[in-house]
């Protein structure tokens, strides 16, 4: 690949095309020997998976004070992706980028530390991050606002930056996530993303059912990582931004076009829309508006099973003080938005034959599990203001989905 002022080249090496196990950069980019050219900045297109590549957040703007740049100008995505994405979520990294990183950290081995270290923010924490230049503001392998770190912790549970622990040493491989700033707010809001996730995970749902939250710090298993036969097996992740084509960020979308993608590539379409339509219904239940297209995303398992990834960024985004809306929304012909799940159905562009345990599916979730919402939140010692917040919007949720006619 090759980035231009104007374009980007794109081919695969022959030996992507013809191998015997030819992975694509994105699944809807299978490999071929044809030249793919594109303009820089793209309204739409199969080269949208580069922005799964470009840090945001604290990373972005810890980058760009290296590269001496300005971080709020999204014409220099892709320059910050060619230095920043080295080791980004996923099985993807920029040659460029590994090369950068190589130059700006520390050459000695790092030690390591204990989870005390972080909680309590000791000095030999914040000594090996900032030792390790970019991850010491948030690694810019992960976007999203929330400072976030990629750690890996060896043999004697010891927790080190991921790329400064050699692969053959790795365990186990977290995301560390903190508060999005130091408001009250900002604490109760991650406190709840890891009820939240315990919460989706009793719906039944694929979800991380044992998140560890500590001191305003959020440890997250990463679901993009496994150690098979001591060695370490990336998966293919990408986000439904990339699956629907749609580059950049902060872009508004339409649900009914981001489920057809889904189904199009997902191995079992059934089982991945009734689970894609039941996280919308708890998201709306449970008053997370922040359901932009890279809030979530595909992996592909190694036995080439496309599925959803695990819930993730799951929280009460309702309490956050930026008063985020929801960025997807089912639109009708007219660009309306539909709430009624029967007209959601009928439009819904999926095979025929798929919609009525589609729709089993929707009024099963709300007979058996919105009805247990407000327990399961209150067993995890939710915030008894969220819990009333909820409340109606469960209601709703549940009267809509007992609407729903599951014989069309």
Not at 173 to 183: Q, S
Not at 189 to 209: M, T
Not at 350 to 379: D, G, H, M
């Amino acid at each position: 690949m090759s980035v231009g002022e104007r374009a980007i080249r794109l081919e695969y090496l022959p030996e992507y095309v013809f191998g015997e196990a030819a992975e694509p950069l994105a699944l809807a980019l299978p490999p071929t020997m044809e030249i793919l050219q594109a303009p820089l900045a793209p309204q739409t297109g199969p080269l949208a998976f580069l922005w799964d590549l470009v840090p945001q957040g604290r990373g972005r703007q810890h980058l760009a004070g290296l590269l001496g740049i300005s971080d709020q100008d999204p014409a220099r995505d892709l320059f910050l992706a060619q230095h920043g994405a080295f080791a980004p979520i996923g099985r993807l990294r920029l040659d460029t980028a590994v090369r950068f990183y190589e130059e700006h950290a520390a050459s000695t081995p790092a030690p390591g530390f204990t989870l005390d270290d972080m909680v309590h923010r000791t000095d030999a924490f914040l000594e090996q991050l900032s030792v390790h230049g970019m991850l010491a503001a948030g690694t810019p392998g992960v976007q999203g606002v929330a400072p976030k770190f990629l750690l890996t912790q060896d043999e004697t549970e010891r927790w080190y930056p991921d790329v400064a622990l050699p692969e053959a040493r790795a365990r186990a491989h977290w995301i560390v996530k903190l508060p999005r700033g130091r408001h009250e707010t900002d604490f109760r809001i991650l406190r709840h993303e890891a009820i939240y996730l315990q919460v989706a995970a009793a719906c039944g749902l694929r979800s991380i059912d044992r998140p560890l939250h500590r001191e305003g710090m959020l440890f997250l298993p990463r679901f993009d990582r496994r150690i098979e036969g001591g060695r370490v097996v990336r998966l293919h992740q990408e986000t439904l931004a990339t699956l629907a084509q749609m580059p950049g960020f902060g872009r508004s979308a339409c649900l009914f076009d981001a489920t057809e993608r889904l189904a199009r590539h997902a191995t079992h379409p059934e089982i991945e829309i009734s689970e894609f339509l039941c996280r919308d219904v708890l998201n709306r239940a449970l008053r997370n508006p922040d359901n932009h297209l890279r809030n979530t995303s595909v992996q592909q398992l190694p036995d080439g099973t496309v599925q959803l990834t695990p819930l993730y960024d799951l929280g009460p985004m309702y309490l956050d003080r930026e008063l985020i809306a929801r960025a997807s929304a089912w639109r009708g012909a007219n660009n309306e938005t539909l709430d009624d799940w029967n007209a959601i159905l009928e439009r819904l562009a999926i095979e025929e034959a798929i919609k009525p345990s589609v729709a089993q599916a929707l009024v099963a979730f709300a007979e058996t599990q919105l009805p247990r919402l407000v327990e399961r939140l209150a067993a995890l010692e939710a915030d008894a203001d969220i819990i009333e917040a909820c409340k109606p919007a469960i209601e709703a949720q549940i009267r809509g989905l007992r609407r729903v006619d599951t014989d069309a």
